[in-house]
Nanobody
Framework: QVQLVESGGGLVQAGGSLRLSCAAS????????MVWYRQAPGKQRELVAS???????NYADSAKGRFTISRDNAKNTVYLQMNSLKPEDTARYYC???????WGQGTQVTVSS
């Protein structure tokens, strides 16, 4: 059974930081691309960042320079370090494994102005 479990969300003031984690089980984690998406109320889900099994990263323009995606293959965990947070970063953040189309339940990030 595949599980992607996100954690680390919360309420933070603008300019603050959060680190999201996604613990994966039931997949061959080190071989898989892992992706962070987010969805704000009334908006479409959008890609935030992705990372290959070998550590090659890709970011949405909105995340470049502020967010860092990383992974620890020994812990089957992918991270999203978010710095200089803005109110427009408020959304539910989801972990996604494209191979198999697996999604986590999401973790809420709220940035107050």
């Amino acid at each position: 059974q595949v599980q992607l479990v996100e954690s680390g969300g919360g309420l933070v003031q603008a300019g603050g930081s959060l680190r999201l984690s996604c613990a994966a089980s039931g997949i061959f984690f080190s071989r898989n691309v892992m992706v962070w998406y987010r969805q704000a109320p009334g908006k479409q889900r959008e890609l935030v960042a992705s990372i290959t099994g070998g550590g090659i990263t890709n970011y949405a323009d909105s995340a470049k320079g502020r967010f860092t995606i990383s992974r620890d293959n020994a812990k089957n965990t992918v991270y999203l370090q978010m710095n200089s947070l803005k109110p427009e970063d408020t959304a539910r953040y989801y972990c996604h494994c494209p191979d198999g189309y697996y999604w986590g339940q999401g973790t809420q990030v709220t940035v107050s102005s």
